[in-house]
């Protein structure tokens, strides 16, 4: 054979070659790419907590133009109204009178900063430089219980969790520890299908703890990464709480005796006040390690997170700004404040 027509021939074989490869990981790639949207920034996330503080700050810098302590009443009142806490408010106003001093500020408007400043100041002493994140390192499984009241957002907390955890190649188990209602388990389970998570659950009106000791049987001679537990919201007494909460720790324990490696309480930002009094309550039943406080992107009253840790000594660990599985985060202190102030 002529040498110039097999050249041409191993030549135009190459090329086909080449584009068959290109297309395969073409079509590798597409299925691999993850329809996620874009997270939005966590300012505009809290934009009604940004309002309510800055927006309110404005107005009230305006209407006074100079320090005196009638700034000072209208500040306080300002924090009061934002849910940070009668204490916290207190000792911010009273950090902010000891600046004003030092630096000898006489214009209402050099203000901003300074509260800035103090309440930074404020959350890095009560976090440490370090957030308190989970504490899921080092341990298999990772073991973390979701207690609160109904409806705070404990199921699409967990929800939130295992796809991240799924996303980094983790195994999860599900524990549908709420046997109350029916309703609860299904969806559960629904949320374990979406996020590439397993699920352990028993039929309605079951005992929590009988399905959490299935679960973490399962989890450990299955080898899971990480397993989540849910928990019924509604109990008729103290007591019973106390009762239950208690129940399912030493269950868990039985099986893995260091966990659960969380324990963490959901509240709803949106209850202001009566979130810290629920923590009170759940604390006082179980200890907790720390909370996740939720819907902070419907309300003006995200301010509870300045004084939440100073008046419980309970981190915040995570934060829910939304229903997406983008719109669960790890508290940070500087990511918060920047968001609340610039
Ligand atoms: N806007 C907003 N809604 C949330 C958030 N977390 C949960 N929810 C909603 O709150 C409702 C109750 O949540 P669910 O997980 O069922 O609460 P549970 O009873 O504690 O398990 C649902 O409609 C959730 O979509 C959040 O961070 N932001
Ligand atoms: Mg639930």
Redesign the pocket.
Known sequence: MDTNLIIYIAAALLIVICAIIIIIIKKKKNINIEVVAKPESLKDKLAKTKNGLLGKLAEIVNLRGKVDSELMDDLEEMLLQADVGVQTSYDIIDSLKEEIKLQQITAATDIQKQLEEIIRKLLLKDYGRETDHLQYKNVKPFVALFT?V????????IAKLAKRFTKNGKSVLMIAG?TFRAA?ID?LAIWAERTGADIMKQQEGSDPSSVVYDGMMKAVNKKYDVVLI?TA?RQHTKVNLMNELSKIKRTIKKIVPDAPHETLL?VDATTGQNAITQAELFNKATELSGLVL?????TAKGGIIIGIKHQLDIPVKLI????TYN?LRDFDVNEFVEAIFE
Do not use: M, R
């Open positions: 609160g109904n409806g705070v957002g404990k199921t699409t907390t709420d609860a969806q849910d919201g959901v939720t819907k902070l992107d419907g829910g700004v939304g229903e719109d």
